[in-house]
T-cell receptor, first 111, second 112 residues
Framework: QKEVEQDPGPLSVPEGAIVSLNCTYSNSAFQYFMWYRQYSRKGPELLMY????GNKEDGRFTAQVDKSSKYISLFIRDSQPSDSATYLC???????????FGTGTSLTVIP | NAGVTQTPKFQVLKTGQSMTLQCAQDMNHEYMSWYRQDPGMGLRLIHY???????DQGEVPNGYNVSRSTTEDFPLRLLSAAPSQTSVYFC???????????FGNGTRLTVT
């Protein structure tokens, strides 16, 4: 079983829609949770970073962490064509030096 | 703000050739790492370093060497390139434990 599971999509939505992206994980030691956005032929860009459980909001983006279910989500409100990219979830534990990534979900927002 | 800088952006090698992928960061980050990204496999850790003079292996270290002589630089060496090493390579750094990773824009490597 992979440490982190992410639905690869592809996901296609109309402009203005609410997008929900999700990851599940198996390691209860994970404490730090991240979402990255990756445009074609670019490096992953940090979008959201949360510690432990709870919600975090930044503009149109909301990250949720449910540690009891080992489930994290990223919501994008009022999606724009510029949001079209691959979204990667990532997580790490308080100890150790490794990050664990999902395989990414490809999102297309249609104007 | 340069952040994490990787060179070259593209490289084509023949099987058996060697090369070094360069990575430099100007954020004074202690931790640096190398990942490879392949379709359907996600990002896989090759090697990492928690400071100058300290390196360790990640998930897929075979065929790659690293060294860390300065805080700023963390080069990745391919000693004898193989077609299986065709991939996109990303260098990433972080400030300290608990901080998120910051990535460079990658090196696209093709081995024929």
């Amino acid at each position: 079983q992979k440490e982190v599971e992410q639905d690869p999509g592809p996901l296609s939505v109309p402009e203005g829609a609410i997008v929900s992206l999700n990851c599940t994980y198996s390691n209860s030691a994970f404490q730090y949770f991240m979402w990255y956005r990756q445009y074609s032929r670019k490096g992953p860009e940090l979008l959201m970073y949360t510690y432990s459980s709870g919600n975090k909001e930044d503009g149109r983006f909301t990250a949720q962490v449910d540690k009891s279910s080992k489930y994290i989500s990223l919501f994008i409100r009022d999606s724009q064509p510029s949001d079209s990219a691959t979204y990667l979830c990532a997580m790490s534990a308080n100890t150790g030096n490794q990050f664990y990534f999902g395989t990414g979900t490809s999102l297309t927002v249609i104007p | 703000n340069a952040g994490v800088t990787q060179t070259p952006k593209f490289q084509v090698l023949k099987t058996g050739q060697s090369m070094t992928l360069q990575c430099a960061q100007d954020m004074n980050h202690e931790y640096m790492s190398w990942y490879r990204q392949d379709p359907g496999m996600g990002l896989r850790l090759i090697h990492y370093s928690v400071g100058a003079g300290i390196t360790d292996q990640g998930e897929v270290p075979n065929g790659y060497n690293v060294s860390r002589s300065t805080t700023e630089d963390f080069p990745l060496r391919l000693l004898s390139a193989a077609p299986s090493q065709t991939s996109v390579y990303f260098c990433a750094s972080r400030k300290n434990r608990g901080s998120p990773l910051h990535f460079g824009n990658g090196t696209r490597l093709t081995v024929t």
